[in-house]
């Protein structure tokens, strides 16, 4: 694979150092004579990666696929500070052990994105807190203030920008996050010969500093590579719907709710993300590309995005849960429902417990479950047509819900109208 083609026709790169070099030393031709250890980092701010997270760690993949060398770097000391960069205002302090079970709990997030056990090339994970936790403050001072002016640090924009915000401002705390990233770059430079950085637009600086850092005290060449800081056609910001961030734990946000994000993705929006999040050859994005443009009420594009990024984040098992609960939300049948579907509509929609066993008409049903205000509405509502139970429309009123009616003996799924559901578990 050339990873400079892969990431050109991915839309993936935005900006590379020593773009106008040429021969040996522009940075197409040294990736193209062998393998380079490279690393992105993240701070470990939350105790799950989410979405936005997902392009940097799968540009690692990219490169791993190529044949280079990938280091994730977990910024268990810079997570304590908190990057300026795309900020507003300043981050709220986590403690060490808040960190610490943060890096813990992405350990296998990480694991899914990226080959630790590969022969040839194998993932490396690090924790920054090894080598900057044991520097003194003294020590960072003399050996790394000293090859940086206020002059270059101002410069960057995320800080320039706040220091023009007179309400906000930026504390030294959040001043100085450039030159830890930087001795970063510098550590893995001297201990893995880390060649190149890659990060959103937004860390060009860092990445810079770093740079600088190994050619003054290491006297070796760097590189720092940038891809696109993610947008939506609509104006709003990636990641993030209604109900909040999209994390990549089942925890916070679940398998339902993760494939939901992704075949609700805008239909401007949906070539783009095949390319950005998916490893769908060139040809099978250009196909489903003109698909879509035939035919984009088919949503064939959504629904291979939400299956590849379901299945590389959660398995293919899960996956297929999350697919067939979607399938059942929108009408879809019920015929082979599983247990674990059931437990997945179980968590998405109103669930209400009662006396199943004995017998419950379906007018009470319908009022405990909360799709109808009274008994004498539920009435109405059933002999109208549009009420349904396990996806079987009843319109006798007289009907009588009891434990024969039990998906895997345990809930009864009701449905009024097209999209009204809840579940009745069994008192």
Request: charged share 25%; with cysteine; hydrophobic share 40%.
């Amino acid at each position: 694979m050339d990873i400079f083609h892969e990431l050109t026709w991915r839309g993936l790169l935005d900006d590379y150092t020593g773009r106008t070099d040429g021969g040996d030393d522009a940075l197409p031709a040294r990736l193209r004579t062998g393998g380079v250890t490279l690393y992105c980092g993240f701070d470990p701010t939350a105790d799950s990666l989410h979405v936005g997270s997902l392009v940097p760690l799968l540009a690692l993949r990219r490169f791993q696929m190529a044949g280079h060398r990938p280091i994730a770097v977990a910024g268990g000391a810079t997570g304590s500070i908190g990057d300026p960069s795309g900020k507003t205002q300043e981050r709220q302090l986590l403690t060490k052990d808040q960190i610490a079970a943060n890096v813990q709990a992405i350990r296998p997030q990480l694991a899914r994105l990226l080959d630790f056990e590969a022969e040839r090339n194998p993932a490396r994970l690090v924790d920054n807190a090894d080598w900057l936790g044991p520097v003194s403050f003294l020590d960072f001072l003399r050996d790394v203030g000293k090859h940086f002016t206020v002059n270059q640090m101002v410069a960057k924009e995320s800080v320039r920008a706040r220091m023009e915000d007179r309400d906000v401002g930026i504390s030294y705390t959040e001043f100085s996050y450039m030159l830890l990233q930087a001795y970063d770059f510098y550590y893995l430079a001297r201990a893995y010969s880390c060649e190149l950085q890659i990060g959103g637009s937004d860390q060009w600086g860092n990445i810079t500093a770093g740079m600088e850092l190994i050619r003054k005290k290491l006297e070796k060449k760097a590189w720092g590579l940038t891809m696109p800081l993610i947008t939506k056609a609509d104006g709003t910001k990636f990641g993030k719907t209604e109900s909040g961030t999209i994390w990549l734990d089942p925890k916070r946000t679940s398998v339902y709710q993760f494939y939901q994000f992704w075949i609700n993705t805008d239909d401007r929006d949906v070539v783009r993300y095949l390319k950005y999040f998916t490893f769908l050859t060139e040809a099978e994005v250009t196909a489903l590309e003109a698909t879509h443009a035939a035919n984009p009420g088919a949503r064939e594009a959504h629904q291979s995005l939400a299956k590849a990024v379901t299945t590389l984040m959660h398995g293919e098992a899960a996956c297929a849960e999350g697919q067939r609960a979607s399938s059942i939300l929108f009408g879809g049948s019920l015929d082979g429902i599983t247990a674990a579907t059931l437990e997945i509509l179980r968590g998405e929609i109103p669930t209400a417990a009662a006396p199943l066993a004995a017998g419950l008409p379906l007018t009470e049903a319908l009022v405990t479950a909360g799709l109808s205000p009274s008994k004498g509405q539920a009435r109405k509502d059933i002999e109208g047509g549009g009420i349904y139970v396990n996806g079987q429309r009843i319109q006798d009123a007289a009907r009588t819900l009891s434990a024969d009616d039990l998906l895997h003996g345990t809930a009864v799924l009701l449905r009024k109208g097209k999209r009204s559901y809840a579940l009745l578990t069994a008192a």
